[in-house]
């Protein structure tokens, strides 16, 4: 008998973190821009301090797979490609994964940056919360953000960075 409801116990609990997997995998999705058929994440270190109140704070870094297609695109038709994709209905009520006023990179120094350069540390410890991410990560994200034909726009809670010649796709926020 105890055998029986250590199984059970056991298979709930794997239920459970695989529900919070596939939760998580689904919330960093609907953070990608709609309409590009993105569907992969590569990496992603975020972390909280708070329950998600307002005054509460968050920093994250989400890489994401851009798909071969809408990479040529990009590169083809340039802000006029992004500013051409329509979202569905109901993902327009979601602001999460909507983008508009794209940009060209270099990203430029402004209020979102925390010292002179442009450079993702900067932006993630802008408001002194700071997380480490993987440095290869980091220095993809420097050159994105700091080199020619990737684009970027501002959304609601970050930042989102489109390079499509590696095919992917960087966003960042704190907050």
């Known amino acids: 008998m105890l055998k029986w409801i250590l199984g059970i116990v056991l298979?709930?609990?794997?239920?459970?973190?695989?529900?919070?997997?596939?939760?998580?995998?689904d919330r960093r999705l609907s953070i990608a821009p709609c309409g590009m058929g993105i569907n992969k994440v590569l990496y992603a270190e975020e972390q909280s301090w708070g329950i998600g109140l307002p005054g509460d704070n968050e920093t994250?870094?989400?890489v994401f797979e851009l798909p071969d297609v809408v990479s040529e695109q990009i590169e083809i038709q340039g802000i006029g490609y992004l500013e051409s994709i329509t979202c569905p209905v109901e993902l327009a009520i979601?602001?999460?994964g909507k983008y508009d006023r794209w940009q060209k990179t270099p990203i430029l120094n402004g209020k979102e940056w925390r010292a002179d350069a442009v450079e993702l540390n900067s932006?993630?410890?802008?408001?002194g919360f700071g997380i480490e991410i993987n440095k290869t990560i980091e220095l993809e994200i420097n050159?994105?953000?700091s080199g020619e034909g990737n684009f970027f726009s501002f959304g609601r809670t970050g930042i989102i960075v489109l390079a499509p010649r590696t095919n992917r796709a960087y966003y960042f926020?704190?907050?």
Request: proline share 0%.
């Open 11 to 25: 298979l709930i609990l794997f239920l459970v973190c695989l529900g919070i997997k596939i939760f998580d995998r």
């Open 60 to 62: 994250g870094v989400i």
């Open 94 to 96: 979601d602001r999460r």
């Open 123 to 127: 932006y993630l410890d802008h408001y």
């Open 143 to 145: 050159g994105a953000i």
């Open 173 to 175: 926020y704190a907050g």
